[in-house]
């Protein structure tokens, strides 16, 4: 009697789920785009569709700007592990972001694996219009793995960031080539990337830490190479005096 009575309850479990995970989107969206307005204003959500399980939002905008679309496929059986398993990605009008997203049930972290995307940086300025400098290029992402408390202290970070076409356009036009940062957390919670030039016109060689209280350091080396343009050289110079390899130190302080 009892094995029955346990194979019932599995089985109302599991038709319980299979409801749940066809539950159309948008009626669970409606629940939902509330406590999400609370909590993050600058972010609308329209066009849902498709089931709870796997779905779609044609439209995601950031400060009243069209930022993509977004696509999510759900993974039941994370669930059993006490934490909701969502595939996800964006596209932009001229790339893409994606990752695997962990969420515990207690909502007390985010945690994203195979976070990959390609992200032009003259349309992502355009969402955030007041910074000082305006820059080009392409960010290519490729993160093995990132979490953050829900109060948004990093727990992991591990992975690699490529400038591609790295260049400077206001105030001053200046071309960078490509460049690499990889990103790890120290045990101390700080986030260390270490910068390096994949050939251009200029020579990279540098760590930049970023300290949980805000603060940060960037130390190493930079010079410009034989095909730099006369305008990076004199860029270079306000740096100092270069060495005899014609390398500027760099050793700068600060706090974000």
Do not use: C
């Amino acid at each position: 009697m009892r094995r029955w009575l346990g194979y019932g309850l599995l089985g109302l479990v599991a038709y319980g789920l299979f409801l749940l995970l066809l539950f159309p989107a948008h009626f669970a969206w409606s629940f939902a785009a509330e406590p999400l307005r609370q909590q993050l204003p600058q972010i609308e959500i329209a066009g849902v569709s498709g089931r709870l399980w796997q779905g779609e939002a044609v439209s995601v905008r950031y400060n009243s700007r069209q930022v993509g679309r977004l696509q999510w496929r759900l993974k039941p059986l994370s669930l059993l592990s006490g934490k909701l398993g969502l595939p996800i990605s964006l596209q932009l009008p001229q790339g893409y972001l994606q990752a695997d997203l962990l969420l515990p049930l207690d909502r007390s972290m985010l945690q994203a694996t195979e976070l990959k995307g390609q992200l032009p940086l003259a349309y992502l300025q355009t969402l955030f219009p007041y910074y000082p400098v305006t820059v080009d290029g392409t960010l290519a992402l490729d993160v093995s793995e990132m979490s953050v408390t829900a109060d948004g202290r990093p727990q992991a970070l591990r992975g690699r960031v490529n400038w591609l076409g790295a260049s400077l356009v206001a105030p001053q036009a200046l071309a960078f080539g490509d460049l690499q940062a990889d990103l790890e957390l120290d045990g101390e919670g700080a986030i260390r990337a270490q910068l390096r030039d994949l050939g251009g016109p200029l020579t990279l060689d540098a760590q930049f830490i970023l300290q949980p209280q805000g603060s940060y350091t960037i130390s190493g080396t930079v010079a410009a190479t034989n095909g730099a343009s006369d305008g990076l050289r004199q860029a270079l110079g306000w740096l100092g005096k270069p060495d005899r390899n014609g390398r500027y130190r760099l050793d700068w302080k600060g706090r974000l």
